[in-house]
């Protein structure tokens, strides 16, 4: 990290030599094909996939968001997403790994009930509740040339997995996370996050930049701060974070355990990030018996505190 604070770049190739010892070899080999295909996609000009809706431009918007329509483009009418992450940021290789946050069965599980829109929600929702949320920015207009490019991607990747075999479909993930009967904590999950996360997304959760220019988004996300998902995404909610923490990282090596997840979730969702319009969620769950027991914002239908609710103990007979 830089003394001002800004992810550094500089030291980026030090920092991925550094990772084959911490999150081994697999993980490693990754990191460098990432790297490579992205000097490859940024070698001359990186916008040679013209907008168009279509899968291709779709998969593209899912892996360079930060790009395409992040905060940094030069048209402040492109300018959707509000942070550096990439769609591919959670949906890793562009969602088509298949199990946690894989894309490769959303086209049809949409139309679905929202209980945090108290309606029927379609895709073309669900993603746009994505861009308010986990790319802390603004809804994609419905006809527009991107919302309907994603939609064909996510429609090709269910194309693609009805035509898989079964060896092709199995997940290959640890045992899914089943959270601790106890109140999850920060302080233990500070010391987990050190070990097992620091190398990756540093100690100020910052994460490392791709290049010195903003505009191309990050090798390694910020999991806190003003470039991260904003405090009204499903991420900031500690059941939530841990699934996805136990099932994928660290990347390569996902060996966390239950309790690892559960206190390293409640230390990254315990620090300062971008904040939501306080009257946009107030509009969530309009049934407060729909809205998940980790939802850490209220109102509730129930007594418990905002500090249970965030960090449980998540026991309780009259759910």
Known sequence: MTESGTPNTSSG???????????GVVAVAGTLFLVNQQSAQW?????????????????RLITQTSWLIGPEHPDPAQRFSGNGLNCSSCHLDAGTIPGTLSLTEAFQKYPKFSGRDGKEAD????????????????????????????????RSLSDQFAAMNASRRSVSEPAPFRAPTRAASPEEGAKVFETR???????DGAGMLASSDRRR??????????????????????LTASKFIKARMPLGNAT???????????????????????????????????????????PYAD???????????FVDPGR
């Open 217 to 238: 988004g990050y090798l390694f996300p910020p999991v806190w701060g003003q470039d991260s998902f904003n405090n009204g995404a499903g991420m900031g909610r500690v």
């Open 13 to 23: 190739w030090v920092i991925v030599l550094a990772v084959c010892g911490v999150i």
């Open 43 to 59: 070698a001359g000009r990186p916008d040679d996939v013209a907008p168009a809706p279509t899968a291709e431009y779709g998969r």
């Open 123 to 154: 895709l073309k929702e669900r993603i746009d509740g994505c861009m308010e949320r986990s790319m802390n920015g603004r809804t994609l207009p419905r006809d527009s040339v991107e919302m309907d490019a994603m939609v064909a991607y996510v």
């Open 197 to 203: 996360c620091v190398v990756c997304h540093g100690r």
């Open 303 to 313: 007594s418990w505190s905002i500090t249970r609710h965030k960090f449980g103990p």
């Open 256 to 298: 966390l355990t239950d309790d690892e997840a559960f206190d390293v979730a409640a230390y990254i969702n315990s620090q300062t990030r971008a904040a939501i319009d306080p009257a946009r969620l107030e509009q969530d769950y309009p049934d407060l018996t729909k809205k998940p027991v980790d939802a850490p914002y209220g």
